[in-house]
T-cell receptor, first 114, second 106 residues
Framework: EAQVTQNPRYLITVTGKKLTVTCSQN?????MSWYRQDPGLGLRQIYY???????DKGDVPEGYKVSRKEKRNFPLILESPSPNQTSLYFC?????????????FGPGTRLTVL | KNEVEQSPQNLTAQEGEFITINCSYS?????LHWLQQHPGGGIVSLFM???GKKKHGRLIATINIQEKHSSLHITASHPRDSAVYIC????????FGTGTRLQVFP
């Protein structure tokens, strides 16, 4: 089944404790991205990657890191989480950057930073 | 002002009603997407439009490029249509609206 998987789905942590949210897709997609969703603000892009070893900042990259060592995986790293990073996070992938490609979303990771 | 505005923000309907959700945008775009976010949080893509109209089952999406406006229609609404519907436009990046929360009651 074609899908984007994220782990963990739920995470409660404390300020400053490094964490990684994994994202994997099995569709051989080139383009992957991370979004956060906050009430009243909609989805905002954190980072995106157009291919292996190619990553770029989205709208709200501060406090986050990503890597793209393999085509299928695009982990999101919070080196020193803070309470303002409490949010619902989505990983997504699509075949390419062009507008006609449909974006596939992972199930979401609900992160709480105390 | 947001570059993508959706209306209404919240919508309640009785089962069987015809639903319209609107999306207006202020930037030049190459495509517009309608997404559905289920109560559990999962997001699925419903439509991608660059012109005209698309239909899938009871869902119809239209776009007017000159007026920078798109509509999502649901015919014969059903409680399982209850979700948040999100409009997203592809300009130099993907820009999301804040969503329309739809509740359909039996």
């Amino acid at each position: 089944e074609a899908q984007v998987t994220q782990n963990p789905r739920y995470l409660i942590t404390v300020t400053g404790k490094k964490l990684t949210v994994t994202c994997s897709q099995n569709m051989n997609h080139e383009y992957m991205s991370w979004y956060r969703q906050d009430p009243g603000l909609g989805l905002r892009q954190i980072y995106y990657s157009m291919n292996v070893e190619v990553t770029d900042k989205g709208d709200v990259p501060e406090g986050y890191k990503v890597s793209r060592k393999e085509k299928r995986n695009f982990p999101l790293i919070l080196e020193s989480p803070s309470p303002n990073q409490t949010s619902l996070y989505f990983c997504a992938s699509k075949l390419g950057l062009a507008g006609e490609f449909v974006e596939f979303f992972g199930p979401g990771t609900r992160l709480t930073v105390l | 002002k947001n570059e993508v505005e959706q209306s209404p923000q919240n919508l309640t309907a009785q089962e069987g009603e015809f639903i319209t959700i609107n999306c207006s945008y202020s930037v030049g775009i190459s495509a517009l997407h309608w997404l559905q976010q289920h109560p559990g949080g999962g997001i699925v893509s419903l439509f991608m439009l660059s012109s005209g109209k698309k239909k899938h089952g009871r869902l119809i999406a239209t776009i007017n490029i000159q007026e920078k406006h798109s509509s999502l229609h649901i015919t014969a609404s059903h409680p399982r249509d209850s979700a948040v519907y999100i409009c997203a436009v592809l300009a130099d990046k993907l820009i999301f609206g804040t969503g329309t929360r739809l509740q359909v009651f039996p």
